[in-house]
């Protein structure tokens, strides 16, 4: 969605290091926004962004319109809406969908309209979205859509912070509190590789670490199968833990995985 930082250039060095042509895509989704969420202040930086991605030899850059997007929506100026979605089922309403109604069904219908439009080979993302790449990949897998799904890792900040276009809304103060996001992550890494294979367990002590800080307030902290999002009871074949908090006003979301014992 624009506003782009060295965690969306890993995915362009990654498309350019296996593809013959790299196409990047910058549009402020309003259909993946809640009523109350940050649509309108979403940090918006085109003339950058767009230097940035002819930097990194990027030969197509599709910076479609809303109306482009949405043509037969009701009122596009504010909120455009659609007669057509397409949502992935059961997934869409686990972790961030918990706690964003529709967000995941704005998601994959604008995802799944980007395929279509641009017919890629394959489809660079990062692993910070986690349900997000589960998602996609599950929308792709059912509608057989003829693209490859690459997930890139997480890219950090030298003190560990996720990079994130809504970092920027961090003063230095909560910037120095988010970094409990990952302290709690690594918290449970380090219990796992200790040989704890009891999720509750592992989940409970990265709580505990969140509420050491007692300004950030929870949205989630769960440990889940990777593909299917489904609450684990052990984590011995492998588990994403995943962490979404408020720092102030801004939502910030984190996870590692924990490979298979």
């Known amino acids: 969605m624009g506003a782009l ?27 993946q926004f809640g009523p109350n969420e940050d649509l309108a202040k979403y940090p918006r930086s085109f003339e950058r962004d767009r230097e940035m ?9 599709f910076a479609p319109s809303v109306e482009e997007m949405y043509p037969t929506a009701a009122d596009r100026s504010v ?11 059961q997934l869409s ?13 704005g998601v994959t219908t604008v995802v799944a309209k980007l395929f279509h439009a641009v017919e890629p080979d394959a489809a660079f993302f990062g692993q910070k979205d986690a349900a ?7 929308m792709v897998r059912d509608l057989n859509l003829p693209v490859e799904i690459v ?10 912070l996720a990079m994130s276009s809504r970092n920027a809304y961090l003063d230095p103060e909560q910037r120095k509190r988010a970094l409990v996001l990952h302290r709690s992550l690594v ?4 219990l796992a590789a200790a040989g704890e294979r009891d999720a509750a367990k592992l989940a409970a002590a990265g709580r505990e670490e969140i509420a050491r800080e007692t300004t950030v307030r929870l949205d989630y902290f769960e440990i889940v199968d990777p593909d299917t999002l489904d609450s684990l009871a052990d984590v011995s074949g492998g588990a994403l ?3 979404a908090a408020f720092v102030g006003s801004t939502r910030l979301i984190d996870n590692v995985l924990l490979p298979s014992a």
């Open 5 to 31: 930082h060295d965690g969306h250039l890993s995915l362009v060095r990654a498309a350019r290091a296996s593809s013959d042509v790299v196409a990047a895509s910058i549009f402020v989704n309003p259909t």
């Open 53 to 61: 991605l002819e930097r990194e030899g990027v030969e197509l850059l």
């Open 79 to 89: 909120r455009p809406t659609t007669a057509t979605w397409v949502t992935v089922e």
């Open 93 to 105: 309403s686990k972790l961030d969908g918990s706690s964003r109604p529709g967000h995941f069904r």
């Open 132 to 138: 997000q790449v589960a998602i996609i990949r599950r």
């Open 151 to 160: 997930v890139c890792p997480i890219v950090r900040e030298a003190d560990g």
């Open 187 to 190: 918290r449970v890494q380090s």
């Open 241 to 243: 833990v995943a962490v």
